[in-house]
């Protein structure tokens, strides 16, 4: 997502000053990557005319809620129970807006996939965060809290549950994706707690379309419009070779073609590898797969889909 989709959300009514600062648009979120994030807004006495649905935009950071903890997913089944999560999911409960995701096929050959909404419309996936570097379960009232910019960016944590029929030949796990506006509101009204009411919107999702994408993903380093591009596509149109391609300067002879590989240099460097880079962090499920969300829409014509039910993931 761009800054001006961010700023054009439904019901967003204010928006993190620092959001302009430390946001761009990416498409390759990892670990530590300071997003954009809806939260229920924070009314004021004079504020009276401001929907009870209202929502904030606030930049936070992808994992980290505890230190030396792997702590950028959190499993549905454990949300209510552990003393990790059960503090933040009755006060801390925020929504990540993503294009899709990347997920590896653990099941086959491990190579990258996009996952999207299969219509185009933005992913709404559930999350808890925690304010600074204190324990999740040590949630401070708002009033304790600073300012924005007196404070390093919260830090979330995205819940995942089984995966649905449609990609479960991909993973078994996959992020809790809202699908409703009414859910949406359901996940971020902290003022409210229903422990059934709430689990009962840790399902999985249906309707996602996924398709492989080029190996360049594997690497945080690689950040750009190719990593969401299809596979073959990307092959056909010369994939990484082009970056080796040198044109043919004015002075060249006219026998020569329009673009040639310099010989010159030393050969390019292999091809990068299939498995995912190992600075980044695995997914909450402790070593058994990961994700990394992308925050721009696909221009990828889309398939079918299937159906099915509930659980909870981690991502990384």
Request: overall charge negative.
């Amino acid at each position: 997502l761009t800054y001006a989709d961010v700023r054009s959300l439904p019901k967003v009514v204010d928006v993190d000053p620092d959001l302009e600062k430390q946001y761009r648009q990416s498409y390759n979120v990892a670990p530590t990557s300071c997003v954009p994030m809806l939260v229920k807004h924070a009314a004021t006495a004079d504020e009276p005319d401001v929907p009870v649905d209202a929502r904030d935009v606030r930049v936070m950071s992808w994992g980290g809620l505890v230190p030396s903890f792997n702590t950028a997913n959190a499993r549905s089944d454990h949300v209510f129970v552990t003393s990790l999560w059960k503090g933040l999911v009755k006060k801390r409960r925020c929504v990540a807006v993503y294009s899709g995701y990347f997920e590896w096929n653990r099941f086959g050959n491990n190579r990258p996939y996009f996952i999207h909404n299969k219509d185009g419309r933005p992913l709404y996936i559930a999350a808890l965060y925690s304010e600074g570097w204190g324990r999740p379960n040590d949630v401070k009232d708002e009033e304790e809290e600073d300012g924005p910019s007196s404070r390093p960016p919260a830090r979330y944590a995205i819940i995942t549950t089984d995966a649905a029929k449609d990609i479960g030949h991909l993973h078994d796990r996959m992020p809790v994706i809202l699908d409703t506006d009414e859910k949406i509101d359901i996940w971020l009204n902290t003022d409210e707690y229903d422990e059934d009411r709430l689990y009962g919107l840790l399902r999985p999702h249906t309707g996602l379309h996924a398709y492989e994408v080029p190996t360049l993903v594997n690497s945080v380093r690689n950040n750009s419009k190719d990593n969401i591009t299809p596979a073959e596509s990307f092959k056909k149109t010369g994939g990484i070779a082009k970056f080796f391609i040198k044109k043919e300067s004015p002075s060249s002879s006219s026998s020569s073609s329009s673009s040639s590989v310099d010989s010159s240099r030393p050969p390019p460097p292999p091809p990068v590898s299939d498995a995912p880079d190992t600075n980044e962090m695995p997914g909450a499920d402790h070593g058994k797969g990961k994700h990394k969300l992308v925050e721009e829409q696909p221009e990828v014509p889309s398939t079918d889909a299937e159906d099915d039910r509930d659980a909870k993931k981690k991502e990384g």
